[in-house]
C-alpha cells in the first residue's frame, strides 16, 4: 500500500524557476527510505510539499491515499532543516506541549529518549549546544507515532556516536505501517540503513531503487554511486 | 557497535554469510534461537527488512527454520546441513588461499608446501 504517490509533481517558484519537475514517486509503508541529492536539487522543496506546507505548482501528491491536507498532517510527523521550536521554553515543557498538539504524541517513549541521550530536560533549549538542540528536535518528531516521517537534514550537526543512536532510534521506532523519508548528503552514514534511495537531480527523479539493487548493479556502495552520478 | 559491511555487495548477502559464519563456528549453535530481526537489525546497524531478506535466504538453503505460530528462528539441528555449510566454507577458504598464492606467482603444490610448513613451526 503507497503512504505517498506522487503524479507528475511540480513545484515552481515564481514563474520560471522550477525547483521539482514532473515527479513520480511510489513510496510504500515499511520503508526507510534515503532522499539523497546535491545543493539545490530540490529534496526540501518535495519534504515541504509533503509536509503541507507548499502547495504543489501541478500534479498530484497523496499521502496514504488522501490529498494534502489536516488528515494527512495528522499522520505526518516533518522534522524540518531549521530550528522549528519556541526557544526560550524549556525541553521538558516544549514535550508537553508537543504533546498537547499531536494525539499520536507517545510522552513516555520522549522521556525515555532523553535519558538515553543523556539530554537534561529541565534546561532552556536556546542554552543548549547546537547537536544537543538536533537531537531534542529529533526526538520530539520520533516521538509521533506517525505514518510517514519526514526528516530533513536528521544527522547533520551531530556526532558520530550520537548519529549511531539517532540511527538506530529511528530503526527501533519505525514499524511495518509506518515510513520514514531521510533527506541527506551523508549517505555512507546512513546508507546501511536504508531499503530504498532516491536521486533528484536539478528537480526530477534521476532514480529510485533499493540499495541493495544499486549494489548489485553497480558494484558500488550507495555513497560512491551517488559521488558518480553527481560528480562535479 | 554496528557491523561492518564492503561495499559492492548487497548488505542482505554479506549479513546472511555472517550469521553463515557464526552458525559454522557454533557462536549460534545447532537447534539454538537466532535473535529476532529487530534485535539483530539493532546490532548491525541495518534495516529490518535488510535482516528479514538475510533470514529468508538462510530459510532457502535450510539452514534456519522458522518455528510456526511464535515467529521465532532457530539454527537447524539437521548434521547433514551443518556439515554441508562447513564443507562449503571450508571449500570457499581453500580456494581463496590458492587463489591468493597464485597471485603470488605459487602453484598448487608449492602452496601446499607453504601449509605444511606451518604445521612443522608448530
Known amino acids: 500500500m503507497a503512504i505517498l504517490e506522487a503524479v507528475k509533481l511540480s513545484k515552481a517558484y515564481g514563474k520560471k524557476k522550477y525547483a521539482l519537475e514532473g515527479i513520480n514517486l511510489n513510496i510504500e509503508s515499511g520503508k526507510i527510505i534515503g532522499l539523497c541529492g546535491p545543493n539545490g536539487s530540490g529534496k526540501t522543496t518535495l519534504i515541504k510539499l509533503a509536509a503541507g506546507l507548499l502547495t504543489p505548482t501541478g500534479g498530484e501528491l497523496t499521502i496514504d491515499g488522501k490529498a494534502i491536507g489536516p488528515e494527512t498532517k495528522a499522520i505526518v510527523s516533518y522534522l524540518p532543516d531549521k530550528t522549528f521550536v519556541p526557544e526560550n521554553m524549556k525541553v521538558f515543557a516544549i514535550i508537553d506541549f508537543f504533546k498537547e498538539f499531536y494525539a499520536d504524541f507517545d510522552i513516555n517513549a520522549s522521556h525515555e529518549m532523553l535519558k538515553r541521550l543523556d539530554i537534561d530536560g529541565s534546561e532552556t533549549f536556546k542554552t543548549l549546544s547546537k547537536g544537543t538542540q538536533e537531537k531534542v528536535q529529533l526526538v520530539l518528531i520520533m516521538s509521533r507515532k506517525a505514518k510517514l516521517y519526514l526528516l530533513d537534514e536528521p544527522i547533520g550537526g551531530v556526532d558520530p556516536a550520537a548519529r549511531d543512536y539517532i540511527l538506530s532510534t529511528i530503526i527501533s521506532n519505525y514499524n511495518a505501517d509506518s515510513s520514514v523519508i531521510i533527506s541527506t548528503h551523508l549517505i555512507s552514514d546512513i546508507e546501511n540503513t536504508l531499503d530504498e534511495v532516491i536521486f533528484i537531480k536539478y528537480g526530477k527523479l534521476f532514480l529510485h531503487s533499493t540499495s541493495d539493487e544499486i549494489r548489485e548493479n553497480h558494484g558500488m556502495s550507495v555513497d560512491a554511486y551517488f559521488r558518480e552520478v553527481f560528480r562535479c | ?122
Open chain 2, 1 to 122: 557497535m554496528s557491523w561492518k559491511f564492503d561495499d559492492g555487495t548487497p548488505i542482505y548477502l554479506q549479513i546472511a554469510e555472517r550469521i553463515r559464519a557464526q552458525i559454522a563456528s557454533g557462536e549460534l549453535p545447532p537447534g539454538g534461537k537466532i535473535p529476532t530481526v529487530r534485535e539483530i537489525a539493532e546490532t548491525a546497524g541495518v534495516n529490518p527488512n535488510t535482516v528479514q531478506r538475510a533470514l529468508s535466504e538462510l530459510e532457502s538453503s535450510a539452514l534456519v527454520a522458522s518455528e510456526r505460530g511464535n515467529g521465532g528462528r532457530f539454527v537447524s539441528a539437521n548434521p547433514d546441513v551443518l556439515y554441508k555449510l562447513k564443507h562449503d566454507l571450508a571449500r570457499k577458504a581453500a580456494f581463496d588461499y590458492v587463489y591468493r598464492m597464485s597471485k603470488l606467482g605459487f602453484n598448487r603444490s608449492e602452496a601446499q608446501n607453504y601449509l605444511t610448513e606451518i604445521k612443522e613451526e608448530k
